[in-house]
Structure formats: C-alpha cells, structure tokens
C-alpha cells in the first residue's frame, strides 16, 4: 500500500517480455569478484545476491560472468560459464534471489582485451591490435591483443549461445549480452577498438556483426520468448572513444530489431576520465537525455542508470524517460533501500558516497567488493547484525563515522548507549571532509548517520569531552574508544611562526595569503591545495614521498591530479622541508639541491597519529575497551566504518 503512496512508478509491477516484475527497480549487474579461481560461486557472492534480493529490488541482474575462461576474464575472481559444472552454483544464486521475489538475469561477457594477461596467463583477443587507450585510467595495462579470426569469432558466437542456455539451465529468468563498457562486444561495436577490414569491422552494420550474430545464436539456444537484454553504451567516452550517440542509437535498434526484449543503458568511463576543465562525479542522472534519445528510438524497455536515486527515478519514470530504474551502487551501499523507498523511509537510506572503492578494490587491488559506507557488502555473514543476549551499558568517545557506526550497531543489538562528541557537531573529520570541491556526496551520509542517533535512541552529548573519570561515573560494560587523531607537527625549524596553520583551520574558513604552500601531499593536502586554487591562490603542494594523493581509488585521484594540473597547482614530491621562514620554505629537492619557495601563507597537511590518550587508564578502569577508526590507526572512511561496526558487534 505505501509503496503506491511514496514512489508509485517505481513501485508498479511491470514486465520485459514475459518476465514479470513486481517494481522497476533494477540491480544492475556489479562485478564482486568473489567467485573461486576458477569461477564458482561462493557462499559470499549467494549471501551478497540474498541481502539485495530481500531488500525489496525487482530484478536482480547477477554480475559479469565469463563465456570463455580464463581468456575472457577481467578479475581473477570473476564466476564463469563456459562448462556445465557451474551451473549448480549458479542456481543457487537464481535460487535466493527468486526465494524474495525477484527476478533474475545473468550477464554473459567476454573481456576481449580488457582481460589482462598477468590474470588469465594468455595474450587477451579483440577484434584488432588495438591496446585499450584509457586502460591506466582503471588499473588495466592496455596490453596489445591478438586480433581474432573469423572462426574464433564464430566460435565466440556459439560459447555466448551456450552460457545463454546455461543459464537459463540454473534457473535464471533471462540472460543479458555485456555489450557496453571496455568488453568484447562493445570493442566490436567502436570504431576504433575494431579497425577491421573483413565483415565484421568498417561500417557500423558491420561492427555490429558479432552482438546481432550472438542475439540470434541465443534466440535459437533458449527460444523466442525467453527474456534477452542487452547493456549497451549510450557512447563511448574517453581517448579512443569509438561510439557516436548517434551510432549508440542505431545499434539500438539493431539490437530491438534482432530480438533484444530491453536495453540496460550505459556509458563506459562517465565521470571517470579526466577531462578539461575536469568534471567532478558525473551528476546524478547525467546519462538520462541519452536514455531518452533512445527512448525515440527503440519500443523494448530502456533501463537507465547513473547514481540514479528514489526520487530523480521516480520522476524519470513519471516523464516517460525510460522504463526501469537501474540502481546499481546504491544498492550496494544499502541493499533494503527499495524497502525503505517504499516505506517512505527515504532519510534511513544509508546513501552511497561516491568514492568508487567498491571498483578500485576490485580492479586495481584484485580483491573482493566492498563499501566506504557499508562494511557488510560482500561480508554479509561476517557482518550480519543480530540480538545481543543481554543488553548492557555502552559509552563511545567521538562522534566521527567509527563512533557513530559503532553506536549505531550497539542500539540495534539492544545495549543502552551515550556518545561522547568533544565538538558541537557531530561528524569528525567529516565536517571537513565535506568541504573542498568535488565532495558533494558526503554530506548526505554525515546526515545519514547524525539521525540514526535520533532515530536508535542513541544518547548523544555534544560539547563534552569525555574523561576517564566521566566514564568510569557511568559505570559501562564497554567503552568504544574512537577519538579520532591529533594531528602531527613535523619537526621543521619555524613551524611555530604566525603565517603556518593547518589544514583544519583552512577548510574552517580561516584566510590565507596569495601564495600558499601546502606541507603533505596526501589525500588532506591535496584536496586542501585544490580549495585553495579554487579561490585562485597560488599553490604549492610539497610532500616527502615520491607520490600524492597515494591512497586514493586510481580513477580518482587521476581525476584530482587532473584537475591540480588544469588550475596549476605545482607539486613537488621527495622533497624534504628545511626551514619555515617569513618569506615561504626552504627545501630540499629530489636532486639534492636547496630552493626557497615563496610563500605567505603555509598550510600543514601532515597527518596525524592516533588519538589514544584515554586508552590505558581506561584499560584499567572499564571492562571492556574497543577501538575503532582512525585512533586505531589513521585511513578513511571505509576502515572507520567497519572498525565501528566490527566494535559494536563485538560488545
Ligand atoms: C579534509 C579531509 C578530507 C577527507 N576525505 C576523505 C575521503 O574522501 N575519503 C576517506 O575515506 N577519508 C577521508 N578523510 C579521512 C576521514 O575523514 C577519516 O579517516 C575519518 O573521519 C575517521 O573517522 P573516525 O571516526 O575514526 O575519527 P574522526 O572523524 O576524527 O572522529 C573522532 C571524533 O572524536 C572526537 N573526540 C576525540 N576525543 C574525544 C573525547 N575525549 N571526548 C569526546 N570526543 C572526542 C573528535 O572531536 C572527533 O569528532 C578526510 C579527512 C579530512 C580531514
Ligand atoms: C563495483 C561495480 C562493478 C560493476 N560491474 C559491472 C559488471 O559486471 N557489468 C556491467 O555491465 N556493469 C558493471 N558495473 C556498472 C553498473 O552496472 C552500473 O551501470 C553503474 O554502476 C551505474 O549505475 P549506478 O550509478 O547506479 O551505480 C559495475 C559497477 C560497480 C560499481
Ligand atoms: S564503495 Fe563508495 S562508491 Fe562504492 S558503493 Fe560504497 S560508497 Fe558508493
């Protein structure tokens, strides 16, 4: 009844050929990279598939898997299809998925020459000898590919035929063709992947041979009726872009023409190649006036998607734009936010921030999926929340994301907690966080988390730093220490002179002069120095190490690199700071040699160390003392989030 009261379109029960849908919410397909070497499903991918399927989405599209191992693999960890033999896990997917009512679509793919040959031990193929040009951008090597023969070709055709029928054997409701992204198909499909000169290159009909050959071969395998998607690109974007939007909709109707029943619409790299002057995150909804050019074009259903929330899908779906609402990392952030659409519950979404982890930690670090935001994704068990057995007293020092977390998952187990927050405000580091440009998605989780409290009965005291004596006055049974750091002052000579303050201090509003020099390239300094140049100050950035910005997601800090260079940000890396003077700094440089760097205002980004100072006292005091976030060690917002969460299950 409710959901027809909050979003009522993407509630209504639809269909994509004789699949029924109970909404037009679509999980689209996310690669987690948990299978087994070999490409079996796990008990981590089936709970990961289960959380999302009970949370309320209509239609589960399972993830990237394989029709031809391993040269067609992009991660190491990738499922696959390409034998009979996986075919009883993969029911076991279509199985939890179906237990909640939804429906479930698996995506077949090739990687051609996205597939990297340190993952599959072979020269990865592709229509022609063409590296992929953007490939450093996703922590792919852009290796030259073997170009592949017509035969090959053919043979692909048949092994995509084969896993469609695989497929529809494990008990999936329809099968989707990877044509989008840096996979095989779409490689066929851009004119400059596939630089052929035989049937299956040239003009667009042309490239377009290998998806309409494969959409027939799986019609013939599986029969008229059983559901066929395909996901293509809107357009191709980036260097060596091959795909026009005109071309994006030609193939479109190739495809409907073919017997595609709908289109999951996409853009490989939105939002993640730089360009000049460069964009931020893409904006929600930045692919929906391609959807709708489409939309002219094609009768099948439209999938559209791009951090597409609740309300801009509803909307879209109200103005006709496109049939179904793909939501893809918001659903990996908070798996029941169809529930909670639908409930009206908009506010309990835990929303996702943006930060592109959940690929990196795939693509460039070889692991499995994960969220900033939500520690439980890909650990469903590990982090599951259930009932404490007996409620006891909690006290947790800081209000940034572990503490909060931490309290957050000590109420919904039942224990009675206080948090203590120094400042007037909760957040942390977070309400700096927020501040330079680019951050735009982070204030909706500080306020994610600041009304959880209200809304978990959490005791908040704001204002007050909290004491041993404090503590101990209240009698906890466990205290969870996550005060955060205290921020470290390099021993330089003249780091106590009036023009040096912090980068705290800078994103709380304090002014700066025309010059400023930023000591410490990390995460802090950089997006600090991008602030400052913002304002069109003259920005030095000065780091120790031989690179910035480290530990950033790649595709991020590509982007913020980008940027400092467009706004001529000078940055200075394996230097070591001599002397702070009135004047600016003296260094020394990578080479060895002495320079003095005006400027008027010095900023230090230096990090910090952990903020421990209750910790042995408390030790001796209370009977339980957990630690989370950055008092643990300093990272991010991903670490300070599962410290918290591991904490308050752990009381
Ligand atoms: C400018 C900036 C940008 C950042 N951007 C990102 C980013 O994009 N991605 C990312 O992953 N990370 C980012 N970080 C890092 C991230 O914000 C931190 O890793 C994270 O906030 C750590 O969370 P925490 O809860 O452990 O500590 P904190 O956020 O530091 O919170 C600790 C809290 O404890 C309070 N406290 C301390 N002692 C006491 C006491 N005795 N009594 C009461 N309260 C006390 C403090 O006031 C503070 O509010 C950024 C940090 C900054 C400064
Ligand atoms: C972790 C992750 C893995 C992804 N893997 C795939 C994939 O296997 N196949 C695919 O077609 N798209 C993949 N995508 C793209 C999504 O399907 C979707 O198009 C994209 O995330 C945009 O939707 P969103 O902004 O709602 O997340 C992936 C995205 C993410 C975040
Ligand atoms: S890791 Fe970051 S980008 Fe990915 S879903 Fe979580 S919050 Fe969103």
New binding site residues.
Partial sequence: MSNTLHFPKLFEPTRIGQMELKNRIVMPPMGTNMATPDGHVTERIRSYYEQRAKGGVGLVIVETTCIDAPVGKTTAYQLAIDNDRFIPGLSQIAEVIHQHGAKAVLQLQHGGRGAKSSITGIQPVAPSPVPMPYGTQVGYEGEMPRELTVGEIKDLVRKFAQGAQRGRRAGFDGVEIHSTGYYLVAQFLSSTANVRQDEYGGNLRNRARFLLEIIDAVRETVGEVYPLLCKISAMELGPGSGITPEEAQQIAQMAEEAGADALEIAAMLWGIIPRLPPPTAEAPGGLLPFVEAMKKMVKIPLIAAGRITPELGEKTLQEGKADLIAIGKGLIADPELPMKAASGRVDEIRPC?G?L?CIDNQTVKGKGIMC?VNAAAGKEREFEIKPAGRSKKVVV????????EAAIVAALRGHQVTL????AR????????V??PH?DN?PGFVDYLTSQMTKRGIDVRLG????VELISAARPDAVVL????TPSVPPISGIDRANVIT??QV?NGAKVGDAVAVIGGG??GC??AEYLAKQRKKVTIVEMLDEVAGV?PLALRKLLLARLAYMKVTVLTGVKCQELTEGGLLIITKEGQEKTIAADSIVLAAGGRP?T??LEELRRTVPAVHL????VD???????VA??RSAGLAI
């Fill in positions: 921030i930060c982890r900033s020092v800081g209000g940034g994301p572990a503490g909060m203590y927050e120094k400042q909760l957040g942390g580091q977070l309400l700096e966080a501040v330079p951050k982070l007050i730093e909290a004491t996550a005060a955060g750091v980068a705290k994103l995460l802090v997006e600090t950033m903020n100072a209750l989370a976030g950055d008092c300093p990272r991010g917002i991903a670490e300070a410290d918290g």
